[in-house]
C-alpha cells in the first residue's frame, strides 16, 4: 500500500491512511469541546452542507431572475485519477476558506483545488491494491469531511476504497502521520463475523467499504460501514454493520455502537433463535446527522442479510432499518423507531436524517425527520424519539416462500402524507394514456402478486402454483428517496425531497443453483426467478476501482441514482415492466415535493424534471396528447434563499441540444424558473458557495459514455452588480 500527497512542487510517499471529518460548529456549545472555528454561510462544509443535513445556504446572488444567465466557470475532469476513467462521479464537494475538497476517480484520489479558478493546489492518493480492487464500495466515494480546531490545525478526512480513514493536512495535502498507525486508521481492524470480536475479519479480503463520508461532531469522526448488495449473497453469516467514532487528532477509537446487538444488549432477543449470531450486515452506509445541543448522533440503518430473505433470521432483527440515535460521547443508544420490521424489501435507510426547528400546533419542537425509499417522511422528536404525528401499525401481506416468517404489521405514518409514490394502487395508478393502455397493464399484472405496500418477494416461476413472476413494490432498491439523500428549507420550515416513482420492483426469490463452479451459498433462497439463468447481483461500480481487472464496461445506464446502497444509473428504467416501450404506471414518473413540518401537509409536488426523448417520440407517434411526464431517477437537491436546484438525471435531446439540464425551482411554489445545460446527466448532489464575492454552483456529471467531472457554474461579470434586484 503506497500513500502520497502532492503539494505544489512537493511529492512525498508514505505509508498508511487516515480518517477524520469535522462537523461545523452551527451550535456554538462548550467551546472547549467544539473549538473556536465556525463554517460561514458562505461556505459548504459538509457533504450535508452543514452537520444538520439541510443541504441549504442562505446564498441569493443566484436566483430566478439571472438562473438562466450563468456560464461554466470552470470544470474538473477526473479520468487520470486512477488507471481508467470513472462513469459513476457521485461526489459533492466541500469548500472552505476559498479552497474546494473532493474525492475523484477509480483511485478515490482527494484533491483541492482552487474555488476561484478550479486549479489544482494538491493531490492525495493511495495505492491498496488488491484491497481496493475487491472492496464492496468503489469508486470515487461521496466525498471527504473536513475538521478544524481555529488555530491553525485544519484537517481533511476521508474513508478510501480499501476502508481506511485517513486525515490529510487541509493546506498541503500531506498524510497526518500522528494520527492513528502513520496517518491512518485500518477500519477492518474489529470488523468481525459471528458472535464475537474473536472472528475478526481478514483484513485484505474481508468484505467491508464505505462511500459515504464521515460525520464530523466535535472534535470527533463518526464513520459507518457497508458491503455488497444484498441479493445474492454468498453466506447470511456476512460481516456485521459497526458505527465507531474515532478521536478526530490521534485517531484513537472513543465507541462503538453494534447494529445487530451482541448477546446480553438489547435487541438481541429480536433475532430468534439466537439468530444475531448467524447474521451479518445491518450498517450504516449513507450520511448521518448530529445535534451538538441535544447530544445525539442520529444513524440511518441499513438492511440485515439478505435484502430479500430473511428465513435464517426469524424475529423483528433489531436495528435493521432502524433510525438509531446514540449519545455522542459514548455511543450509548438512546432511542430507536424501526421503520420497517423483519426487513425483507430492500427498504434500507438511505437518506441523511432532516434535523428541524418548527413549530406545531404554537409550541417550538425539534424534530428529526427522515426521507426514506417509501416516499413517507417518518418525523419523531430528536430528543425523545417519540412520533410528532402517530405512526400506524397496519396490517400487511404475509410471505408464502418457505422458510420466510414475515412481521403481521408495519409501521404507516398518518402525516404527512407520501410525497411520493408508495406503492401501486391497482389499477388507478397503472398507465392510462389510453383505455387499451390501461387494460394491457392491468392483464400484464396478473402474472404478479400486487397486495399494496409490503408486498412481499415470490418463488419466481411461471410453473408454480401460483404462477407469480414476483411480487409488485415500488422503492425497495431504486426508488424514492435514495442515498442523495433530501434537504431542510428553514426559512419555510419545509423539507424538500426529490422522488422516482415509477420503479417497480418485481421482488423474485428462487433455490440456489446447485452446482455452479462460480457461486454457493448457505442462505436457502436467493434473488432471480427459478425459470431463469442465475446471475449475481453485483453493486453498481463493483470490479471498477483502479486495480481491479479490466472488464469490458456494459453501457451505462443514464441517469444519477439507482440501486440502493451504489446509486446505479437508473436511466429510464421502470423494472422492466413497460405497455408498448413506456411505463406501466402513469405519470408523473418522478417528483420534488415540499412538505410543510410545522403543519404536516404537502406545500407543493411538481414533476421533476422533463419528458424523456423515449417517451414523448412515442406519444407524438401515437397521436397522445401530453403534459410533463417527469422522469425517474433519485438526484439530490440543493436549496438558497429563494431556489430549489437539482439536476437531471437522464439525458435528453428534443428541447435543447443533447445533453441534461440543471433546473432551478421557486422554493415557495415549485414552479421551475430556470435551467442550464450540462453535458451529461447528473450523478452526484449539487452545492454551493460564495467566494470574494461571486456565487458558485458546483454539481458533478457523468453516465453513459461521458466520464466523471465537476463542473462549477457562475454568473457573468456584467450580471453580479444587479444580482439580487429582482
Not at 389510453?434 to 387494460?439: D, F, L, N, S
Not at 412481499?456 to 414476483?470: A, C, F, R, S
Request: net charge neutral; aromatic share 10%; glycine share 12%.
Amino acid at each position: 500500500m503506497n500513500a502520497r500527497g502532492i503539494s505544489a512542487s512537493k511529492e512525498k510517499n508514505m505509508r498508511g491512511t487516515h480518517h477524520v471529518k469535522w462537523a461545523a460548529a452551527l451550535i456554538c456549545v462548550a467551546a472547549s469541546a467544539f473549538g473556536q472555528w465556525k463554517q460561514k454561510d458562505s461556505e459548504w462544509a459538509y457533504y450535508t452542507a452543514d452537520i444538520s443535513g439541510t443541504k441549504y445556504r442562505p446564498l441569493d446572488q443566484i436566483n430566478a431572475s439571472n438562473f438562466n444567465k450563468l456560464e461554466v466557470a470552470w470544470r474538473f475532469k477526473t479520468d487520470n485519477m486512477g488507471t481508467r476513467p470513472e462513469y459513476k462521479l457521485e461526489g459533492t464537494p466541500l469548500m472552505v476558506n476559498g479552497v474546494i475538497y473532493a474525492t475523484a476517480g477509480t483511485r478515490r484520489d482527494v484533491v483541492a483545488l482552487d474555488a476561484k479558478t478550479g486549479e489544482m493546489i494538491w493531490l492525495h492518493t493511495m495505492r491498496e491494491g488488491k484491497r481496493a480492487a475487491i472492496a464492496p464500495r468503489q469508486l470515487s466515494g461521496r466525498g471527504v469531511s473536513y475538521w478544524s480546531d481555529g488555530h491553525g490545525d485544519d484537517r481533511v478526512l476521508y474513508v478510501t476504497t480499501g476502508y481506511r480513514l485517513v486525515a490529510l493536512n487541509a493546506k498541503t495535502g500531506m498524510v497526518i502521520a500522528s494520527f492513528g498507525e502513520n496517518g491512518m486508521v485500518d477500519l477492518k481492524k474489529g470488523m468481525y463475523t459471528g458472535d464475537g470480536p474473536s472472528h475478526q475479519i481478514d483484513l485484505e479480503e474481508g468484505e467491508a467499504g464505505l462511500h459515504s463520508t464521515p460525520l464530523i461532531v466535535g472534535d470527533m469522526a463518526v464513520v459507518g460501514s457497508s458491503f455488497k448488495e444484498g441479493m445474492t449473497v454468498v453466506t447470511h453469516n456476512n460481516t456485521k454493520g459497526l458505527v465507531r467514532a474515532f478521536d478526530v487528532r490521534s485517531g484513537k477509537l472513543m465507541w462503538t455502537f453494534h447494529t445487530i446487538p451482541r448477546k446480553g444488549e438489547f435487541g438481541y432477543d429480536t433475532w430468534e433463535n439466537g439468530s444475531a449470531d448467524i447474521n451479518g450486515n445491518t450498517g450504516v452506509w449513507t450520511q448521518m446527522t448530529a445535534d451538538p445541543e441535544s447530544g445525539l448522533v442520529y444513524l440511518p440503518v441499513e438492511s440485515p442479510t439478505s435484502d430479500y430473505y430473511g428465513g435464517e433470521r426469524p424475529g423483528n432483527d433489531l436495528f435493521g432499518e432502524s433510525l438509531v440515535a446514540v449519545d455522542m460521547k459514548t455511543g450509548k443508544m438512546k432511542w430507536y423507531y424501526q421503520i420497517v420490521h423483519h426487513p425483507i424489501w430492500d427498504y434500507d435507510l438511505s437518506s441523511a436524517p432532516l434535523l428541524a426547528d418548527v413549530v406545531i400546533d404554537g409550541q417550538r419542537r425539534k424534530v428529526v425527520a427522515l426521507p426514506s425509499k417509501e416516499s413517507f417522511l417518518y418525523c419523531f422528536d430528536r430528543v425523545t424519539g417519540k412520533p410528532i404525528w402517530p405512526i400506524e401499525e397496519k396490517a400487511v401481506p404475509q410471505s408464502d416462500v418457505p422458510g420466510e416468517k414475515t412481521s403481521p404489521t408495519q409501521p404507516f405514518p398518518t402525516k404527512p402524507p407520501a410525497y411520493g409514490r408508495a406503492y401501486i394502487k391497482m389499477p388507478d395508478d397503472l398507465i392510462d394514456f389510453t383505455p387499451e393502455m390501461r387494460a394491457q397493464a392491468i392483464d400484464r399484472m396478473k402474472s404478479y402478486r400486487v397486495e399494496g405496500m409490503f408486498t412481499p418477494g415470490v418463488v419466481g416461476d411461471p410453473n408454480g402454483p401460483n404462477h407469480w413472476l414476483g411480487g409488485i413494490n415500488l422503492g425497495n432498491a431504486s426508488g424514492g428517496t435514495n442515498w442523495p439523500g433530501a434537504g431542510y428549507d428553514p426559512d419555510t420550515h419545509s423539507a424538500i425531497a426529490q422522488a422516482a416513482q415509477s420503479f417497480v420492483t418485481p421482488i423474485s426469490l428462487r433455490k440456489p443453483p446447485s452446482g455452479d463452479p462460480e457461486f454457493s451459498t448457505d442462505i436457502r433462497y436467493v434473488s432471480g426467478r427459478q425459470d431463469m439463468p442465475f446471475r449475481v447481483a453485483e453493486g453498481p461500480g463493483f470490479g471498477s476501482a483502479a486495480d481491479a481487472p479490466q472488464r469490458p464496461r456494459r453501457p451505462a445506464p443514464t441517469a444519477a441514482a439507482g440501486r440502493g446502497r451504489g446509486g446505479a444509473g437508473g436511466g429510464g428504467g421502470f423494472g422492466g415492466l413497460q405497455v408498448d416501450g413506456l411505463p406501466i404506471v402513469k405519470p408523473p414518473y418522478g417528483v420534488i415535493t415540499s412538505v410543510n413540518l410545522d403543519k404536516g401537509d404537502i406545500n407543493w409536488s411538481v414533476p421533476y424534471g422533463e419528458t424523456p426523448d423515449n417517451v414523448r417520440t412515442i406519444l407524438k407517434e401515437k397521436g397522445i396528447n401530453f403534459t410533463n411526464t417527469g422522469m425517474n431517477g433519485s438526484v439530490g437537491v440543493l436549496i438558497t434563499k429563494s431556489l430549489v436546484v437539482v439536476g437531471d438525471s437522464q439525458v435528453t435531446s428534443i428541447t435543447h441540444p443533447r445533453g441534461a439540464m440543471m433546473r432551478a425551482y421557486d422554493k415557495k411554489t415549485g414552479k421551475e424558473v430556470g435551467a442550464v445545460w450540462m453535458p451529461a446527466p447528473v450523478s452526484g448532489s449539487p452545492m454551493t458557495y460564495e467566494w470574494q464575492g461571486k456565487q458558485y454552483i458546483i454539481i458533478a456529471v457523468s453516465g453513459g459514455n461521458y466520464s466523471g467531472e465537476y463542473i462549477a457554474y457562475a454568473l457573468p461579470e456584467s450580471e453580479e452588480s444587479t444580482a439580487g434586484q429582482r
